[in-house]
C-alpha cells in the first residue's frame, strides 16, 4: 500500500512558544491512522499543522507533493478535509447550508447534488433537520453534520479531531461505525486525533503517541492494544 501522506521533521509553533519537535509519522492510501496522547500532548497542532493553521518548519507531503508553505485554501483544493475540534459548525445557518459550503470548492454542481442525498442517507437525522440552524442542533448531530460537511469535498485525507468528546456512549459508537464505513466504502483515508484510545486503535491501522510534543511510541494497533506497559503509561486504561 503506498504512502498518502508523508510528514518528516515536523516543528509546530504558537508566537515563540514551540509546540511540535521533529517528530515523523506517515499514512497509507485508503487507511486510518490514530495519533494518540494526553491533553497538551500535541495532537490538534499536529491537524493544524498539515492545514498550515499554524507556523511550521519541516516536511509535510501528500501524495508526494509538499504542503508546508501552502495556503490552508490551496491545502483544501488538494483534497485535505478537516473536523476541527468543537466541531466548527456555522451555527446561524441551516444544515443543508453548512452542507453546502463543505462543497464551495467544486463547480461540479449536479454531483454536489448527488453527494448532498448521500450524506442524507448516511446521516437521516440530518435529512429530517435539513432546515434547522445547525446551533439548535444535539452534540451528536452536530458532530455528524460536520463529519459530513467535511465529505461533501470529497477528500482524499480527511482529519478528524477528537470525534467523540462530549458525546454519550451510545452516539460515539454510531459515529465510530459510521466512520469505519466511510474508510472502507468510500475509501477515504483518515487521521485520527483522539483521547479515547480504546476506540481508536480498534478503527486505526496504525498509530502514533504523543507526549510533549514529539513521539513517544508508534507502531500497528493491534501492537499497542496489545501492550499493557503502553496502555497503561501513555493510555491510561
Known sequence: MSKLLEVSGLNAFYGNTQALFGIDFFLEEGSVTAI??????GKTTTLRALCQTTRTTGSIKLDGQELVGKSTESIVRHGVGHVPDGRGTFTGLT???NLRLGAITRRDKAEVALDLERMYTRFPRLKERRHQQAG???GGE????AISRAL???PRLLLLDEPSFGLAPLIVVEIYRILREINEQDKVSMLLVEQNASIALDLAKNAYLLETGRVAVSGPSEMIKGDESIRRAYLGY
Open 36 to 41: 494518540l496522547g494526553a491533553n497538551g500532548a
Open 152 to 154: 461533501m469535498l470529497r
Open 136 to 138: 439548535t442542533l444535539s
Open 142 to 145: 452536530q458532530q455528524m453534520l
Open 95 to 97: 444544515t443543508e447550508e
